[in-house]
């Protein structure tokens, strides 16, 4: 049995170890049959069978290297593998024991044949290389990108870039910004749209699959095939390429295979967190390379772009969504698009699965977990400013004397928001409305209560405001 001669079956009761053994064989068999043959003899052949220690098991690796790989791949998945297999089994401990014997690089790729299975793969042009690179998600397509003044000059570089790909100027593309802001999107984008020819080879991976696949080649002794596979493509794009920060060979060989592509006119788009002079850790060649393109900044969104998401979503998805909630997802949610669009996703869920509209109420319910990671406490001075803005009045007009009924009642709407969430006293309040006496503050609060009252379309606007503001 693959693996027997590493059991440490010392450790464990007389008459345990083979069963323990038994069950060892039915974990290693179900994680072969997800994970695939190839990735298996890469990563997990090595894992050492130890014995169980106060309900964990001990599964040894002959390097820190691997067992720090294993560990941020595949511990959790063999967790679950063991707690069905075993009762006794409540966790695993992957620990480093030297002098293990480590498996040739050439028992990595079991057969000659199991080769040329995967080099098949990749031999066939004008598609993606599927053992190389991640399947493109049909649904990040441009015509689903929502555009703003923030996002505006990456797309257009994007399309440009589609159309025209190692046009000059534009090769590399380096698209940077901060997570879920469309880096991913438009890199599919791309890809996509130069596919629908069938006359462009696309491969497109992560930085970290960029590693993995570059150091399974080292142990597989197929270098020279990985080379080739990467550098026939039309056009490489290589998403997160901070995660090479550090990874020196790694950083090595991209920085070849970069070389090599634009050498030979085909087209390079990267992305990152970051633009290339802000990636501390790459090397100074590579950065210099990077920079030689097209850059372009994605910046945080605009309230006004992630209403326009959040409308586009919502009519995809033949879902009515009333505005006032649009409205209060796009002010909670301001930093991160794929969890606006998530948060938008379960409100959706929801109402199909339990046959109830999208409400506020509903909102906040479904939510909560969510938006209590943005809660903070309300100032005055942000009610004023989130109320002036939602009134298109002056900020100004909150302290002033001028009493237009257009600007006297969104000041008294203030008021009232600043009694409900705040801790202030009613004179505290009337000093930062003017210094107004607290008498003042006390006929707002009850005004506005009783328009509340008698105008349902004033109620909502108020509710509104209070729910975005809340903590």
Not at 62 to 76: G, H, K
Not at 150 to 175: D, M, Q, T, W
Request: with cysteine.
């Amino acid at each position: 049995m693959e693996n027997a001669q590493y059991l440490d079956a010392s450790a464990s009761a007389p008459g345990s170890a083979s069963l323990l053994e038994a069950s060892w064989h039915k974990v290693r068999e179900k994680l072969k049959g997800e994970v695939g043959e190839v990735e298996y003899r890469t990563w997990l052949r090595q894992i050492v069978l130890g014995p169980i220690e106060d309900g964990e098991l001990i599964l040894y690796l002959p390097s820190r290297f691997l067992r720090d790989w294993v560990r941020s791949q595949y511990e959790e998945r063999l967790q679950t593998l063991w707690r069905t297999e075993r009762a006794d089994v409540q966790g695993i401990e992957l620990q480093v024991k030297r002098g293990l014997p480590e498996a040739p690089p050439s028992a990595d790729i079991e057969s000659d044949s199991a080769v040329e299975e995967v080099t098949a793969q990749v031999a066939v042009s004008h598609e993606v290389r599927s053992d190389l690179a991640v399947p493109l998600d049909p649904r990040f397509s441009f015509d689903s990108f929502v555009v703003g003044k923030p996002n505006e000059f990456a797309y257009a570089c994007a399309r440009r870039v589609a159309e025209k790909p190692s046009s000059p100027g534009f090769n590399p593309l380096f698209l940077y910004g901060g997570v879920g802001l469309g880096k991913t999107h438009l890199m599919h984008a791309i890809g996509s749209e130069l596919t629908k020819t069938g006359n462009v080879s696309v491969a497109y991976m992560s930085a970290e699959k960029f590693m993995y696949r570059f150091i399974a080649a080292i142990r597989s002794q197929s270098t020279m095939e990985f080379k080739e596979q990467l550098r026939s493509v039309d056009v490489l794009m290589i998403d997160d390429l901070q995660f090479l920060i550090g990874k020196d060979n790694t950083q090595e060989e991209f920085f070849h295979t970069f070389n090599a592509l634009v050498d030979a006119g085909r087209q390079i788009i990267v992305s990152a967190d970051k633009s290339p002079s802000d990636l501390s850790g790459l090397e100074d060649r590579l950065r210099t390379r990077l920079g030689c393109g097209m850059i372009a900044d994605i910046h945080a969104t605009t309230f006004e772009l992630r209403i326009s998401i959040l409308e586009a979503k919502a009519k995809a998805s033949g879902t009515h969504v009333p505005s006032k909630v649009l409205e209060y997802l796009a002010h909670k949610i301001t930093t991160n698009v794929r969890e606006l669009e998530g948060a938008l996703n379960r409100l959706i869920a929801h109402a199909d699965l339990v046959g109830r509209p999208v409400t506020l109420d509903t909102t906040q319910d479904v939510l909560k977990d969510m938006l209590k990671a943005h809660d903070r406490r309300v100032t005055i001075e942000e009610i004023q400013r989130k109320v002036a803005e939602h009134w298109n009045i002056r900020l100004t007009d909150m302290s002033s004397a001028r009493r237009a009924r257009a600007v006297a009642r969104p000041r008294q709407v203030a008021m009232f928001l600043a009694k409900q969430l705040t801790s202030r006293s009613l004179p505290e309040i009337g000093r930062k409305f003017g210094n107004r006496d607290h008498t003042t503050v006390m006929h707002a609060v009850n005004r506005v209560a009783e328009l509340m009252e008698q105008d349902t379309s004033f109620a909502e606007d108020v509710e509104l405001m209070r729910r975005m503001l809340e903590g």
